[in-house]
DNA sequence: CTTAAAACAGTAATCATTACTGATTTGTTC
DNA sequence: GAACAAATCAGTAATGATTACTGTTTTAAG
């Protein structure tokens, strides 16, 4: 009745990464996930982020001081990345007119869209 | 009355950056030029670059296939990255709706906004 | 329980980018 | 146009994220 199933790691990190809202590194994936199983390896991290990425179940959304940045959350919205303390957070879809029009645009066939912007947040503006 | 003039190196790196529309790299900007220049190193291409987007003078528009790409064109568009040839081509800004609005959303403070298209490009479509 | 395939840990390798050091160029002042 | 200080540079070493590799462990099915 399996066979279909993820390995125990593997749905693990997947959890990890779908009950965040911080866009997570890989680093840090690992690193939240070692608490709770100490024999983890960094690569398997970075291997099933890449399966989780072909299979669409998340996207990376940023890169951000030479880090690629995740989101569990697949659906339409954008991202603010703050260029002091490296935070990213969700910016509502209404924000982001993704239009699908450009799909046929020169040919191209488009898969996803990212809306990014970037600045300083409000809480590194106050300080 | 020159003073504020840049080198002759660095002037030619943001000439060469300036004259193309493929959204190059910093290892392309550098192989390119090196034909002219021998003895040019492909740290001063980086120090350069980096130096022309705090002045504002290029912007980074995405980053591809671990490299980062860049865009002497500042002026407000959107990008569509190939993900099978890992071209980047320029998309009107007319399919970018950028609302300054965002602005003051959250205390948030928005430099720039960067808007990309993902998926496959006509030529690699026909082939 | 066996067994083959998939997944994994641990480590080494790769590759873009940055840092460092001593030499060269630039702009200025005479 | 020589001299001098600051900026810039070449070349190389170092860093750090990501990927590749190898031998071991887990998984799912018979």
Redesign the interface.
Known sequence: MSGQNFSKKRQMILDTIKSTDIHPSAKWVYETLKEQVPDLSLGTVYRNINLFKEQGLIIPVA?VDGE?RIDGDTSAHAH?V??ECGCV?D?PAT?A?I?E???T???????????????????C??I
Do not use: M, R
């Open positions: 890169n690629e603010f703050c260029k957070y910016v924000h007119p239009s029009e450009t799909c645009l020169d040919g191209f066939c488009t898969h996803n869209t990212v809306l990014t912007y970037y600045g300083i947040c409000g809480a503006t106050t």
